[in-house]
């Protein structure tokens, strides 16, 4: 599997972007997926993760404001970011694996995109 991020950008404070993620490859429907971001300085954190079966899981820093979506037929997982902070600045990186449930430790995923940058200013 092969994962593309974008998406990414320069936003205000309280506005909202979309991120995308789209996979290629084959059985992008028995892979479970998740939104992790790195800050300046920071750790790698998980944001979001959505399983096989569309269940979903969010980090306490974005519960309520964040969603994670997929689309089986597009091959493509979305993460809608709303109400957005300056300290959601990072680089938004989509990870998958062949498991069924998501996991919130990134040494969990085998697979990666390159991230996509996002900018939240005051």
């Known amino acids: 599997v092969q994962l593309q991020a974008s998406g990414g950008g320069l936003v205000q404070a309280g506005g909202s972007l979309r991120l995308s993620c789209a996979a290629s490859g084959r059985l992008f429907s028995s892979h479970s997926f998740a939104w992790f971001r790195q800050a300046p300085g920071k750790e790698r954190r998980f944001v979001a993760g959505i399983s096989v079966g569309a269940t979903t899981h969010y980090a306490d820093s974005v519960e309520g404001r964040f969603t994670i979506s997929r689309d089986n037929d597009k091959n493509t997982v979305y993460l809608q970011m709303n109400s957005l902070k300056p300290e959601d600045t990072a680089v938004y990186f989509c990870?998958?694996?062949?498991?069924?449930?998501?996991?919130?430790?990134?040494?969990?995923?085998?697979?990666w995109g390159q991230g996509t940058e996002v900018t939240v200013s005051s």
């Open positions: 990870a998958a694996d062949r498991s069924l449930r998501v996991m919130v430790r990134q040494t969990s995923y085998n697979y």
